[in-house]
């Protein structure tokens, strides 16, 4: 980024960004791009965001992960679910209990009810 007598000059990927900033009464800057140069940077943006919603949860939570995606607040629920096989779980110590986060999903998923 370059500045030029309070013209800023960047460049996002193949566009130029010109910053030429105007100040108002209230002390704000009010920074003014180029159609290509917004487009761009707003894509980037969106690219940005998502990469972000991309990262996967972890496939074993724990019970209040578990209660949380399946909206319930009841531990003796969860149990429920848990004894009669509807959703997954692992048992690696004798009190820690995960459960399997895509068997919940697929629990919520086939308890889905289409639209009339």
Known sequence: MDSYGGLTIATVGTALLT????????????????DEA???LIERVIERVQQKQTIKTDKWVSGE??????RITSKT????????????????????????MDSILAYL????????
């Not at 992960?65 to 399946?70: C, F, P, Y």
């Open 65 to 70: 992960e578990a209660m949380k995606a399946l």
């Open 109 to 116: 998923h086939n308890h889905a009810k289409e639209p009339f």
């Open 38 to 40: 917004f487009y761009t």
């Open 77 to 100: 629920t969860l149990q429920k679910l848990r004894d009669e096989g509807k959703i997954r779980f692992s048992q690696p110590e004798k009190k820690i209990i995960l459960y399997d």
């Open 19 to 34: 910053f030429t900033p105007f100040t108002e009464n209230n002390g704000m800057e009010i920074i003014c791009l180029q």
